[in-house]
């Protein structure tokens, strides 16, 4: 018994609200997710120690979260339940664990992903509603979409995406594997919404490659210009980014809960 | 043609997610509906006189507009969709205008109001939403929706509020006429939605009836508490007022709007 050390890593599903926050990444004199949720867990722990989180990614500033996961290690023992009622018990109403999970030290929530989901919700129409400026981007023009779901196979696969990518990236490779993209209207809500699967995201990827289809939607490029922005990599060609926004970090997989038969292309 | 003096006065209707607003009324030193909107309209009037707007009535701090009724005189003409188009350039993304009629000057946007309508949402579950944390009232305690279903017809008709009523309200009556009120279930939302429909409401009415019902619904008061709280006319005795942030005003009817067949019951 004494080599089974127990492991106390946990391992939570988190959403927030990005409005209100500087991204995910802590900064001095600026409020991040990392650091109001930090501080939260710091407040169950009964070690001396700083307890640090670890995220699955960061997120930028404005940037929502749907299921984000964070883990960590914490000297005392608190059972799942107890994890989620106490940490919203703390946290700002802005921020709220899901689910929280005792997983294995071999666990980690960067290191082990396998893929991730993304949302990017548009708002139509003249103006921004009032009650959606926060929480999509907004695209005034005219939009067929049918020209975005003949462009939208284009994506799924593997592909350089140099075009696609902001230029903070630190990524050594701009080649990424988007599983599965998909488009729908939501004409209740006037909305058009995008959702995108892959085995990891460049740099601002996801709003770029949002705002490159919802130029094809209107007409201002040909619908499979995805192909030739792989061969020319060059960002240049894709100056526009749709705003953080409409952007939700939907779900992060794991070895467990990653749906294994859907793999077409995975390495 | 002299006679005729052409009316410059402008009904707008207007949308504004109050969150960053302490209220529609005027007030030094706050942001408020009345204050944003004002400085928007007299950037587009030609007159070196201030233009003051009128609206149908007041929201507090945090409430929600849908179809709030604002008028306003110009001097200088300008067409409907001008004002729409005009204003919503100028004004802040949380407000918007809907739409813009010229009307003639015995249009008055609280006097001649015939009937407004109410909308409250209720986020229910354990914790609140993060998303929803400004845009609905929350209550986590269960709820029987058929018990609420049962007290809701009480509240239909010409009643005495003044169990209703809170105490900064300056009403010389609390007798109002309630035309329709209703319950729904929002179940892919996890939400309870009510609205009302009356020919006014006493300040916090809405609120401290939504308090009254979800109360009802928990069991925590008889089903037909209503009746005895017309009679006693005692605030006491209903001391929970729903927060601000589920409610929204969703409508303002006047002469033309109105559906003058559905009424029962309109002095």
């Known amino acids: 018994m004494e080599n089974e050390k127990m492991s106390n890593r946990y391992k939570i599903i988190l959403a927030y609200d990005g409005t209100n926050f500087a991204g995910f990444q802590s900064q001095p004199h600026q409020r991040t997710v990392q650091d109001v949720l930090e501080s939260a867990v710091n407040k169950m722990s009964t070690s001396k120690n700083f307890v640090r989180i670890f995220g699955s990614g960061r ?15 914490l000297e005392n023992r608190i059972p799942e339940q107890g994890i989620v009622n106490g940490l919203n018990s703390i946290l700002p109403l802005d921020m709220q664990v899901l689910d929280a999970h005792i997983v294995p030290s071999t666990f980690h929530a960067r290191f082990t992903t396998h893929a991730k989901s993304y949302l990017y919700r548009v708002s139509r129409g003249r103006f921004v509603d009032p009650f959606k400026r ?3 981007g907004h695209y005034k023009y005219s939009l067929d979409i049918e020209l975005i779901k003949q462009a939208i196979p284009d994506i799924i696969g593997k592909h350089d995406f140099s075009s696609f990518v902001a230029s903070g990236s630190q990524a050594r490779s701009h080649i990424r594997t988007i599983y599965n993209a998909t488009v729908r209207e939501d004409l209740g809500n006037d909305e058009v919404i995008f959702e995108f699967c892959g085995n990891g995201f460049l740099y601002n990827q996801v709003r770029i490659m949002v705002a490159v289809l919802l130029e094809i939607g209107n007409g201002r490029r040909p619908v499979h210009d995805f192909l030739r922005l792989y061969e020319v990599k060059d960002r240049n060609q894709c100056r526009q980014t749709a705003p953080a926004s409409g952007l939700y970090l939907k779900k992060v997989y794991y070895e467990k809960d990653w749906p294994q038969n859907t793999i077409t292309d995975f390495n």
Chains 1, 2 share one sequence.
Request: aromatic share 16%; proline share 0%; glycine share 12%.
């Open 134 to 136: 926060f929480y999509t």
């Open 59 to 73: 997120t930028d500033a404005g940037v929502h979260a749907l299921g984000q996961v964070v883990h960590f290690d």
